[in-house]
């Protein structure tokens, strides 16, 4: 008798991620300015211990940043599909936290804490939380114009606002691994993810894996997750989308005009599709805004593909060494 295939903790959705900073009132700053909007503070006074963030989506929150004695990435979090998930996860996972409430957290829910068993970081599931009402702002929808299709009607014209890009969503988040082959095996047994590019070197070893979550037909994004294999563990960059390219491109300037320093972009990645806007915030972590991203289902097999010029971005700016390190 054949032995049944383990069972896989079942994800929904990417959620929220965290950030411990020593200086947070400085990351609050730039937290701003790139677009997100401070849903609620817990500290004394004015002397915030940790902040909630959220985006203009239904999400109740999509990061938290905490002041600490040194930088550090807390982990991402994802939705679980079912309470029975979290228990297994509980019950199953390396180093599983109990179950526990999110007690001061918008939306509240239960979360469990585990370990990434390569390399040891945090990552987080979650259940319960209770959604967000999404925060009615102004956003352009005026069509656009081709030379041989004219989609805005005649006397319309085109306005914008300098202003930080709205942050609609945590889109995914990535770290580098010191083993591939562990990790894809992690958390391709565990998991619903599914790889949708994975990126091989010269001598046809595999290096990075794209995870979308294995959602059967529903649309998802090209990936939530990746991880790229190399010498030490770090969280490479969080990602988060925003309207429209108009909307980013301002969010571009807002930033370099307040002073913030760009990592990589604009440009338009090859895998996953997007246009991407990496920066570096004020403890040097990278955060990208990115719009237009690929959506796939399950119908759509993994892809293979070699690393090298050109592998990363159809156009902008070349790859700062700064990006790959």
Wanted: with cysteine.
């Amino acid at each position: 008798m054949a032995t049944p295939p383990p069972r896989k903790i079942q994800l929904v959705r990417i959620a929220h991620v965290y950030y411990k900073y020593p200086d947070l009132e400085k990351a609050k700053e730039f937290l701003l300015d790139f677009g997100f909007t401070v849903e609620k503070k817990i500290g004394n006074n004015d002397d915030d211990e940790k902040i909630y963030f959220r985006g203009y989506g239904t999400e109740p929150w999509i990061l938290c940043a905490t002041k600490s004695d040194k930088a550090e990435f807390g982990g991402a979090a994802f939705v679980v599909e079912s309470e029975a998930d979290l228990n297994f996860a509980a019950e199953t996972l390396p180093k599983a936290s109990e179950v526990y409430e999110l007690k001061d957290a918008p939306g509240g829910g239960r979360c469990v804490t585990f370990y990434d068993p390569v390399d040891g970081w945090p990552m987080h599931l979650v259940y319960g939380q209770e959604s967000a009402d999404m925060v009615d702002i102004p956003l352009p929808q005026t069509p656009v114009n081709y030379p041989t299709e004219k989609n805005r009607q005649v006397n319309k014209t085109q306005r914008f606002t300098k202003r930080p890009a709205p942050i609609h969503k945590l889109g995914h988040f990535g770290v580098r691994t010191t083993s591939f082959a562990k990790s894809y095996e992690f958390y391709c047994s565990r998991f619903n993810f599914l790889a949708s590019d994975i990126v091989y070197d010269e001598q046809n070893i595999d290096r990075i894996a794209f995870y979308r979550l294995n959602r059967g037909k529903e649309e998802v994004d090209h990936h939530s997750f990746f991880f790229v294999e190399g010498p030490t563990y770090k969280v490479h960059h969080t990602s988060y989308e925003t309207h429209d390219f108009d909307t980013q491109v301002l969010g571009h300037d807002w930033l370099r005009e307040k002073g913030h320093k760009n990592c990589w972009g604009v440009g338009r990645h090859v895998l996953g599709s997007q246009i991407f806007d990496y920066w570096f915030d004020p403890s040097g972590f990278i955060l990208e805004h990115y719009v237009d991203g690929d959506l796939v289902n399950s119908d759509e097999p993994t892809h293979r593909s070699q690393t090298g010029p050109g592998s990363l971005h159809v156009w902008g700016p070349d790859v700062p060494s700064t990006f790959l390190d």
